[in-house]
């Protein structure tokens, strides 16, 4: 099956810093989803983008599919930005939808 | 976006006992759900993928009888853990596509199981 790599694995950073969160995948997708897992165990849904470029406030995200990587930027980072952040995908083969997940990035921002 | 509820969000409950957990698409219809566990600081690891009207499709590794799902409705899918033992405590999320034929997915809220 598709294989999904998240780096770092862990990022500590000061309040108004920028980040990038990478995520590799293994194979062609249908689907890539960023996530952000909130204090409670919610996912949120960030951005959908199995390819180009989307952006929404501070965050953005890119995916080269070519290429096989996607990024997540968070630009002037705030306290509430903490958490843990997953890629999930899709394989273009796949006939059942489900997706994969990676193993997110831990981000803790300090104030 | 699509709203997805999960119901309880949190239960304890004894060895050996069952618990039935409630997995709703609240503005749309799923023929298809997944559900998905997540130990502790760890990524979440798809379980089984419920399919409206039919049987479930397990993962590997993962034991049907323990874990059995039922999807009666195009809006409602339920994990009901049987038997459950404290290695069964952990925190199981639902999602699905919201079908209007994109891809996309949308989860719940999550189910908190703790198991004494």
């Known amino acids: 099956g598709i294989q999904v790599e998240q780096s770092p694995p862990d990022l500590i950073l000061q309040e108004g810093a920028n980040s990038t969160l990478r995520c590799n995948f293994s194979?062609?997708?249908?689907?890539l989803q960023w996530f952000h897992q909130n204090p409670w165990g919610q996912l949120i849904n960030l951005f959908y983008?199995?390819?180009g470029t989307k952006q929404n406030g501070r965050l953005s995200a890119t995916t080269v599919a070519t290429e096989r990587y996607s990024l997540l930027y968070i630009s002037s980072s705030q306290t509430t930005d903490s958490g843990v952040y997953f890629c999930?995908?899709?394989?273009?083969?796949?006939?059942?939808?489900?997706?994969?997940f990676g193993k997110g990035t831990r981000l803790h921002i300090l104030p | 976006g699509a709203v997805v509820s999960q119901h309880p969000s949190w239960v304890i409950c004894k060895s050996g006992t069952s618990v039935k957990i409630e997995c709703r698409s609240l503005?749309?219809?799923?023929?298809?759900m997944f559900w998905y566990r997540q130990f502790p600081k760890q990524s979440l690891m798809l379980m089984a993928t419920?399919?409206?009207?039919?049987?479930?499709?397990?993962e590997q590794g993962v034991e049907k009888d323990k874990f059995l799902i039922n999807h009666a409705s195009l809006t409602l899918s339920t994990l009901t853990v049987t038997s459950a033992h404290p290695e069964d405590s952990s925190f199981y999320i639902c999602?699905?596509?919201?079908?209007?034929?994109?891809?996309?997915?949308?989860f719940g809220p999550g189910t908190r199981l703790t198991v004494t």
């Open positions: 983008i199995p390819s």
């Open positions: 194979d062609s997708v249908n689907n």
């Open positions: 503005d749309f219809q799923a023929t298809t």
């Open positions: 419920s399919n409206e009207g039919s049987k479930a499709t397990y």
């Open positions: 999602g699905s596509e919201d079908g209007t034929g994109s891809y996309e997915q949308y």
């Open positions: 999930a995908v899709e394989g273009l083969g796949n006939r059942d939808d489900k997706i994969i």
